[in-house]
């Protein structure tokens, strides 16, 4: 059994900081592209940033510069250093990854519970 867990999230004011993590767990061959997505009220989910297993990176134009998203192979984490934080970014954010449970299996997506990211203004 894969699980993802979040953490990191809660109050901050409008110019602040917030760091997320993500960390995969259970019986993981190998973790492939994590990408991070948020929802806020009444609103789609929507693509914050993803990176490869290569490490390549993107993100939404609304994040550009102000986030980093970065991963830790050997502990099978990931994480979102959220900058500048801005009362637009409130939402939950949810941790996504591809994971293959053998060397055989296929690749498949597995989602977090979700934090929640509050910017006060």
């Known amino acids: 059994q894969v699980q993802l867990v979040e953490s990191g999230g809660g109050l901050v004011q409008a110019g602040g900081s917030l760091r997320l993590s993500c960390a995969a767990s259970g019986s993981i061959f190998s973790v492939n592209a994590m990408t991070w997505y948020r929802q806020a009220p009444g609103k789609q989910r929507e693509l914050v940033a993803r990176i490869t297993s290569d490490d390549v990176t993107n993100f939404a134009d609304s994040v550009k510069g102000r986030f980093a998203i970065s991963r830790d192979n050997a502990k099978k984490s990931g994480y979102l250093e959220m900058n500048s934080l801005k009362p637009e970014d409130t939402a939950v954010y949810y941790c996504?990854?591809?994971?293959?449970?053998?060397?055989?299996?296929?690749?498949?997506?597995?989602w977090g519970q979700g934090t929640q990211v509050t910017v006060s203004s």
């Open positions: 996504n990854a591809y994971i293959k449970t053998g060397r055989w299996s296929p690749s498949l997506g597995y």
